[in-house]
């Protein structure tokens, strides 16, 4: 059975700081696709992105980068500069179909609190 | 705009009354599930569908019933609602992608309070 651990319950940094959250994931499948998901006060679900088993390449979107390890099974989250707008809830998730077809596999999630 | 619809946002339910929780997607997406969110238990997958006419159990379907008659509409039952369905409740739509900005397109979800 697949499963995603969100160890870090509640991170608060100050506004400017670099946070990681950290995401590790079980699996049985040697394919299988990872997201994180942002859902700000407001409660919208916001997709950040997905990663494929078959691609370790890091990402990287202006502040925020991602780091894929095989080999420790983690697929980790950085924010550099924090700001107060990404105070959130932030959820990394599995899939082990392409499209997602058999649902996806949450972790409980990591609630960042930027203080300015 | 093309997207996720979910109604009603918001819902009080007495225990034992039933409802239906209303889903539907106008990008012809393949995939649909519902998900609920309870505090500090993040999403759980209740049901899915890989197509109209299949649906099938996700983590926690006790209590809950779905059908799928079209592709757009993934409606899902509340037979006898139980203050234990006290929920946030999220519809998702998805398709065979690729492509790393491919994701998930989730509803702005409904909150369900059973009194």
């Known amino acids: 059975a697949q499963k995603v651990t969100q160890a870090q319950t509640e991170i608060s940094v100050v506004e400017k700081e670099d946070v990681t959250l950290d995401c590790v994931y079980e699996?049985?499948?040697?394919?299988?696709?990872l997201f994180w998901y942002k859902q700000p006060p407001s409660g919208e679900l916001v997709f950040l992105i997905r990663r494929n088993s078959f691609d370790e390449q890091n990402e990287i979107s202006g502040r925020y980068s991602w780091n894929f390890q095989k080999s420790t099974s983690s697929f980790n989250f950085t924010i550099t500069a924090s700001q107060v707008v990404d105070s959130a809830v932030y959820f990394c998730?599995?899939?082990?179909?392409?499209?997602?077809?058999?649902?996806?596999?949450f972790g409980k999630g990591t609630h960042l609190i930027i203080q300015p | 705009n093309a997207g996720v619809t979910q109604t009603p946002k918001f819902q009080v339910l007495k225990t034992g009354q039933s409802m239906t929780l209303q889903c539907a997607q106008d990008m012809n997406h393949e995939y649909m599930s519902w998900y609920r969110q309870d505090p500090g238990m993040g999403l759980r997958l209740i049901h899915y569908?890989?197509?109209?006419?299949?649906?099938d159990q996700g983590e926690v379907p006790n209590g809950y019933n779905v059908s799928r008659s079209t592709t757009e509409d993934f409606p899902l039952r509340l037979l006898s609602a139980a203050p234990s369905q006290t929920s946030v409740y999220f519809c998702a739509s998805s398709y065979e992608g690729t492509g790393r900005a491919y994701g998930y397109t989730f509803g702005s979800g409904t909150r369900l309070t059973v009194v």
């Open positions: 569908s890989v197509g109209a006419g299949i649906t």
């Open positions: 998730a599995l899939s082990e179909h392409r499209g997602g077809a058999d649902g996806l596999t």
């Open positions: 699996t049985r499948d040697t394919t299988y696709y």
